[in-house]
């Protein structure tokens, strides 16, 4: 047998890699008795504007009305967090399907037959990665997953117009497509963007910028974003460019990190230029060159790196963020590394290389996923986990004395308020919560 065709048998009749979805399905099944945490309180469980369909239309029209239709029906369905997390791994399968489908449209080396090697690669990273689990297991990371259903399946929808027999109703569609998925999470304009790697011929160029021209148009003008353009800033232009920028690497580090991810990463505010901030910014723009001067030559090169950066860019340079990371922003940003990193495993010499490989990644994505799971179990295992990783998170360490106090567990809520004001003597939030303590309340 030819390796093309030892390649296709992979995949299945229906050409999809069905092993990978029960794959994803192992890793996540544990999520599924995950409780709720942190946001999900003040987004969902607390939020009386999402408990009926009559309390979302008075909210109507307001900021990410997908996203809080899909919590009120959800919560209709089943208030407690079961649903919810089925949801939430419901949303990342569909996406797993649209992430194969859309490789079919990405850049890889001629030499590789279809791509297809890389093409289930790239899938297993994005549906296995426990980066991922900050948009699947925890319930309000929803926004990601949701936007990403609407977002991949526009694009698909774009990409696959012009083989369809009436093209102008796949151009429609994923223009509908494309609008839910902004009306979903904001940062989704920049979606549009990517078509201009994807569809690079003249005729394209116009309407992805079109696209996101209008997007931004209906946010500011219809969904109350207006107040970005009059509240003040917690920081300026270039003390943000810094400070994202160096958010940038500890997301990309992430990467490498499986066993130590954190809802809650402090990151310093940079006001100025250091050798840290120059090494940063010179690698940045050496990538940003290097995609551009080969995108010819290597276009999946040029893809990777054009694809994470487009996808960083609402969260991770004009406007700024009290929270300068969150790993739920990688969601579909890392596609970009997961394509080259893909191209490149796929490029070991032989089938059986590539297949261990294949089959590494999928057991380490498998157990540390599992793993990561565990931490969401509930509030005290989610915060006792984040002070572990940083002991010097004093916001860490009041929520976890919260989670202790919910639990009635006193002493320990007093050890955690205590800890937090000992890392950071002015914290408000951890002075009330000791002398609330304190004071006797039940």
């Not at 967090?81 to 089925?86: E, L, R, V």
């Not at 949303?91 to 279809?114: I, M």
């Not at 990273?125 to 259903?149: C, D, K, W």
Request: charge should be neutral; include cysteine; charged fraction near 15%.
């Amino acid at each position: 047998m030819k390796n093309a065709e030892i390649d296709n048998t992979i995949h299945g009749r229906a050409g999809y890699p069905y092993w990978l979805f029960a794959a994803a399905v192992l890793a996540y099944l544990n999520a599924l008795a995950a409780g709720f945490q942190f946001d999900d309180f003040n987004v969902i469980v607390d939020n009386p504007a999402v408990h009926a369909l009559a309390a979302w239309l008075d909210g109507m029209p307001g900021i990410r009305p997908l996203l809080k239709l899909s919590y009120t029906l959800n919560w209709l369905a089943d208030p407690g967090p079961a649903g919810f997390h089925a949801v939430n791994l419901l949303l990342h399968l569909v996406n797993v399907a649209l992430v194969w489908r859309l490789t079919e449209h990405l850049p890889a080396p001629a030499a590789q037959v279809g791509g297809l090697r890389a093409r289930i690669l790239a899938t297993l990273l994005f549906a296995l990665h426990p980066i991922q689990t900050e948009s699947v297991t925890y319930v309000s990371g929803r926004s990601m997953s949701l936007m990403a259903v609407f977002g991949l399946a526009g694009l698909v929808c774009w990409l696959e117009a012009p083989a369809r027999a009436r093209p102008r109703l796949g151009y429609a569609l994923a223009g509908l497509l494309l609008a839910a998925a902004v009306l979903t999470k904001e940062v989704a304009v920049a979606l549009p963007l990517t078509l201009l790697l994807l569809r690079p011929d003249g005729r394209a160029r116009l309407a992805p910028l079109l696209l996101a021209g209008l997007a931004l148009a209906v946010l500011f003008g219809l969904f109350g974003y207006q107040h970005l353009l009059t509240e003040p800033m917690p920081r300026g232009l270039a003390a943000n460019l810094l400070s994202e920028a160096n958010a940038v690497y500890y997301l990309l580090g992430q990467l490498f990190q499986p066993h130590a991810l954190n809802i809650d990463p402090e990151l310093p505010e940079l006001a100025g230029w250091s050798l840290l901030s120059v090494v940063q910014v010179a690698g940045l723009a050496a990538a940003i060159a290097a995609a551009w001067l080969n995108r010819r030559r290597r276009p999946w090169l040029t893809f990777a790196v054009a694809w994470f950066i487009i996808l960083l860019l609402p969260t991770h340079s004009l406007i700024p963020r009290l929270d300068l990371a969150s790993e739920r922003h990688l969601y579909l940003a890392v596609l970009g590394p997961f394509w080259l990193a893909a191209v490149g495993l796929a490029a070991l010499p032989g089938r059986t290389a590539w297949r261990l490989a294949a089959v590494a990644l999928a057991v380490a994505g498998i157990t540390f996923t599992h793993l990561r799971n565990q931490d969401y179990h509930d509030e005290i295992s989610l915060w006792h986990q984040t002070t572990t990783i940083d002991p010097a998170n004093a916001r860490a360490w009041n929520n976890l004395g919260w989670a202790y106090h919910l639990a009635g567990e006193r002493e320990a809520a007093r050890q955690s308020f205590q800890r937090a004001l000992a890392i950071e003597p002015g914290h408000d939030h951890a002075r009330r919560n000791l002398d609330y303590l304190d004071e006797g309340s039940p």
